[in-house]
């Protein structure tokens, strides 16, 4: 089992910025890639950014320039720093662990970009 386990989201300004992590603990499964999706109110689940342990990463086109993912493999931490954000930005994000066989999820964090 993996558990993750989320924190800073909150409320920001348009064109602020805000830093989202999540620590995972794993009971000897080897995590190969981890990352964050997000759910808008009334839409599907989305990829938002992720990295593998050799440091490869994918982002979502929306976010590409503004959020950059980053690892700590040590740590089996994953961290997401979103910079001008913008109220469509606004979602519930979810860390993702995947050992290659098997996703887990996080509880989810809520971030919300209003002024």
């Known amino acids: 089992q993996v558990q993750l386990v989320e924190s800073g989201g909150g409320l920001v300004q348009p064109g602020g910025s805000l830093r989202l992590s999540c620590a995972a603990s794993?009971?000897?499964?080897?995590?190969?890639?981890m990352g964050w999706y997000r759910q808008a109110p009334g839409k599907q689940r989305e990829l938002v950014a992720t990295?593998?342990?050799?440091?490869?990463?994918n982002y979502a086109d929306a976010v590409k320039g503004r959020f950059a993912v980053s690892r700590d493999n040590a740590k089996n931490t994953v961290y997401l720093q979103m910079n001008s954000l913008n109220p469509e930005d606004t979602a519930v994000y979810y860390c993702?662990?995947?050992?290659?066989?098997?996703?887990?999820w996080g509880q989810g964090t809520q971030v919300t970009v209003s002024s």
């Open positions: 794993s009971s000897g499964l080897r995590i190969y890639k």
């Open positions: 993702n662990a995947f050992t290659g066989v098997i996703n887990f």
């Open positions: 990295m593998t342990t050799a440091n490869i990463t």
